[in-house]
């Protein structure tokens, strides 16, 4: 099994091949009786078991396996996409804002999650935008909206760097909010709708890369 995914791995890498994986082993697996084999759709089994074949084969170039995680944690299921969503990652976290961006979402994820597991709920609804009283927290607000918007039709068409070099441009606000904001404010309304501007950022920066999975 583990030589088959290889097989499949190095033949659409060095091929180039644009194949996304799960309708094509949705496909492979109608050549089976499902009464013997209790699989309809393989590729929740399967992808995992591609995803780790592929950490070997690309942590043999020098490739960091968290961040191959944090990209299949999206749902790619197109190798060459992956690896070009990989390897923009990568470059962007070699960079000093990479750096800071990343240390700035586990600063806003680990608030937020505290935050859930002592109230009891999550704080995912979109931030209430009358309920913006400093100007750093509404800047944070139309940055991250325009950032929504900015990123979907680059990751469509599969422009990582540039989906990264957006990113880049979040680190300034966040630190402004967090600089100048209090996000456990006395008002429980203030301070609910902070922790959704803190989600929203998470939110955000997933769309490239489910950034929790990143080690280090």
Do not use: C
């Not at 499949?8 to 060095?14: D, H, N, P, S």
């Not at 180039?16 to 929740?44: H, I, N, T």
């Not at 944070?140 to 039709?153: I, T, Y």
Request: charged share 25%; net charge neutral.
């Amino acid at each position: 099994m583990r030589r088959a995914a290889l097989g499949v791995i190095r033949i659409i890498l060095e091929s180039q091949l644009r194949l996304p994986l799960k309708p094509v082993l949705q496909r492979a697996s109608e050549a089976f009786d499902p009464s013997k084999f209790g699989l309809w759709d393989p590729s929740p089994v399967l992808l995992p078991f591609i995803a780790d074949r592929l950490k070997v084969h690309l942590r043999e170039q020098g490739v960091r396996h968290d961040l191959i995680a944090a990209v299949f944690a999206l749902g790619e299921d197109d190798l060459l996409r992956l690896l070009g969503r990989v390897q923009a990652l990568s470059q962007f976290l070699s960079t000093e804002a990479g750096v800071n961006l990343l240390t700035a979402y586990r600063r806003a994820g680990n608030i937020v999650a505290i935050e859930e597991r002592r109230d009891g709920q999550r704080y995912d609804p979109e931030p209430d935008p009358y309920q913006l009283r400093e100007p750093a927290e509404t800047t944070l607000h139309m940055q991250l909206m325009g950032l929504d918007g900015n990123l979907k039709p680059l990751l469509e068409a599969g422009a990582f760097e540039g989906a990264m070099a957006k990113l880049g441009s979040l680190r300034r606000w966040v630190d402004e909010f967090f600089d100048k904001v209090t996000v456990n404010a006395d008002d429980p309304a203030l301070r609910e709708n902070r922790l959704r501007l803190l989600s929203r950022i998470r939110a955000v920066m997933n769309q490239v890369a489910d950034f929790s999975q990143i080690e280090g």
